[in-house]
């Protein structure tokens, strides 16, 4: 499990994510991008991982509604992740 955190944090760092273990199998990670914030939660195990939307600021975050660049950031993020970790 330690392997697997630790590829995942690497795969954020490329792209600016700053992570932090929260407990056993899971991060918060959080991006600044100019005036706004992304804040997810990525939960992992040896054969997959989820990441889901904790929080946000200046992304027009509604229920089902966030600005467009959020998706893109995690959608990299799940990408860059999937690579490291070869999955």
């Known amino acids: 499990m ?5 590829r995942i944090k690497k795969a ?3 792209r600016g994510w700053k992570m932090k273990g ?6 918060e990670a959080f ?10 939660t990525i939960a992992f195990s ?3 991982f989820s990441i889901r939307y904790l929080d946000s600021i ?23 992740i999937d690579v490291e970790l070869s999955f």
């Open 58 to 80: 200046n992304l027009k975050h509604k229920p089902g509604k966030i600005h467009s660049a959020y998706n893109r950031w995690v959608t990299n993020l799940k990408n860059d």
């Open 12 to 14: 954020g760092a490329r």
């Open 31 to 40: 991006i600044f991008v100019r005036t706004h914030m992304a804040k997810v």
């Open 46 to 48: 040896q054969v997959a």
């Open 22 to 27: 929260v407990g056993p199998g899971e991060l």
């Open 2 to 6: 330690a392997e697997v955190e630790l």
